[in-house]
């Protein structure tokens, strides 16, 4: 009545996961052949001294080694494409080690642990897993039969839907003057960075 037009720009949009519980299954079995990475006493120190920065109980490394049922678990929201994954092909979430337990996601604890041998060890642990897994898929044909079919139930029940227009483009003009303020610093940090890890270090 206005004559009031607007206009509805789809800027993104994720399905919910569905992971796969074989696949899942698997992850866990071979957690446990690998256990837990060995922490030194410098990295206990390191973690408790993290903590304590936190507020958080001073236990040092020791995470927990479980298997989440995602149907049981209580719901978390976060944003992530892994949701569309699970639609398209069998999934499960392979989470390791990289930083101090008490620590949370994008916090500067975070970021401390990862140029640590706390996070090297947490990667090759969970390298180890993922390997032995794939192994796993190769030679034994039950198990690949298994996550199949359960893939193809999830996929019966919730078939991918897209949910973004063909035309939507992610909006890469957000921040951009931001970025463009603080590019050269963070060229100049990334270049000391890379020189700092090609110097030759006398013996």
């Not at 304590?52 to 719901?75: K, R, S, Y």
């Not at 973004?164 to 992610?170: F, G, N, Q, W, Y």
Request: with cysteine; hydrophobic share 40%.
């Amino acid at each position: 009545m206005t004559g009031t037009a607007e206009t509805v720009r789809f800027l993104a949009a994720c399905h919910q996961r569905y992971a796969n519980r074989h696949l899942a299954c698997a992850l866990y079995a071979n957690m446990q052949k690998i256990g837990y990475p060995e922490y030194s006493d410098e990295e206990q120190h390191f973690a408790r001294a993290l903590q304590h920065a936190l507020g958080a109980p001073e236990e040092g490394l020791a995470p927990p080694m479980t298997c989440i049922d995602a149907e049981a678990a209580p719901f978390k929201g976060s944003s992530s494409d892994v949701g569309d994954v699970t639609l398209k092909a069998p999934t499960a979430t392979l989470l390791f080690p990289t930083w101090v337990p008490c620590a949370k996601e994008h916090t500067w604890p975070v970021t401390a642990c990862q140029r640590s041998s706390i996070a090297h060890k947490g990667i090759k642990a969970g390298a180890e897993v993922s390997g032995l897994t794939v192994l796993d898929l190769l030679t034994k044909k039950d198990l690949l039969q298994a996550v199949k079919d359960e893939f193809e139930e999830t996929a019966a029940k919730h078939p991918f839907i897209p949910y973004l227009p063909e035309d939507a483009m992610p909006p890469l003009e957000w921040h951009r003057e931001e970025m463009d303020a603080v590019r050269s610093l963070l060229e100049k940090a990334l270049a000391e960075l890379t020189r700092q890890d090609n110097e030759i270090k006398p013996a």
